[in-house]
């Protein structure tokens, strides 16, 4: 690749613009994934995976064990409730969230690490309200029309 010595600069075109680049993009979940969507979606049920090998619950749910790498193919229902493990109060909109996701939920509002009932992983969800503790008890509040995403747990409140 030829690369000149000194770029030709014009003034008129040089500095800084702000700017918001749209990458549209399709997520494939993959038939194991998928399973538990759509669990979400129909029976308002959370679906964790299981290790054959070495027993550890996976939430959310993966084909592959990290620890001994063996391939999982078990579902299992975990939660509904769990526990707050880690969490960060979010004091702001984000303006481009907000005009995307029609079900984000308006500032301030918790980021929270959660490990749900029966599951060895914690996983990542929007917790109503900012008096957030780590170890209090949370569950969650489905949507009303649900499309098998994640968002289909609209978020977790304090049980
Ligand atoms: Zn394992």
């Given at each position: 690749?030829?690369?000149?010595?000194?770029l030709p600069?014009?003034k008129?075109?040089?500095?800084?613009?702000?700017?918001?680049?749209?990458?549209?993009?399709?997520y494939?979940?993959?038939?194991?994934?998928?399973?538990?969507?759509?669990?979400?979606?129909?029976?308002?049920k959370i679906l964790?995976?299981?290790?054959p090998?070495?027993g550890?619950?996976?939430?959310?749910p993966?084909?592959r064990?990290?620890?001994?790498?063996?391939k999982?193919?078990?579902?299992i229902?975990?939660?509904?409730?769990?526990?707050v493990e880690?969490?960060?109060v979010?004091?702001?909109?984000e303006?481009y969230f907000?005009?995307?996701?029609?079900k984000m939920?308006k500032?301030?509002?918790?980021m929270?690490?959660?490990?749900?009932?029966?599951a060895?992983?914690?996983?990542?969800?929007?917790?109503?309200?900012?008096?957030?503790?780590h170890g209090?008890r949370?569950?969650p509040?489905?949507?009303?029309?649900?499309?098998a995403?994640i968002?289909?747990i609209?978020?977790f409140?304090?049980?």
């Amino acid at each position: 690749m030829f690369i000149p010595e000194k770029l030709p600069v014009d003034k008129k075109y040089c500095g800084g613009k702000r700017g918001l680049m749209s990458i549209p993009y399709r997520y494939y979940a993959g038939l194991f994934l998928s399973k538990a969507l759509i669990a979400l979606r129909d029976e308002k049920k959370i679906l964790a995976s299981r290790c054959p090998r070495c027993g550890k619950v996976f939430m959310p749910p993966r084909s592959r064990c990290e620890r001994d790498f063996a391939k999982i193919t078990e579902l299992i229902s975990v939660g509904p409730g769990g526990v707050v493990e880690e969490f960060t109060v979010v004091n702001y909109d984000e303006p481009y969230f907000m005009e995307k996701c029609e079900k984000m939920m308006k500032a301030p509002f918790t980021m929270a690490l959660i490990k749900l009932d029966g599951a060895d992983t914690k996983f990542l969800h929007r917790v109503k309200g900012t008096d957030i503790k780590h170890g209090d008890r949370v569950a969650p509040k489905w949507a009303d029309e649900r499309s098998a995403a994640i968002t289909d747990i609209e978020w977790f409140e304090k049980a």
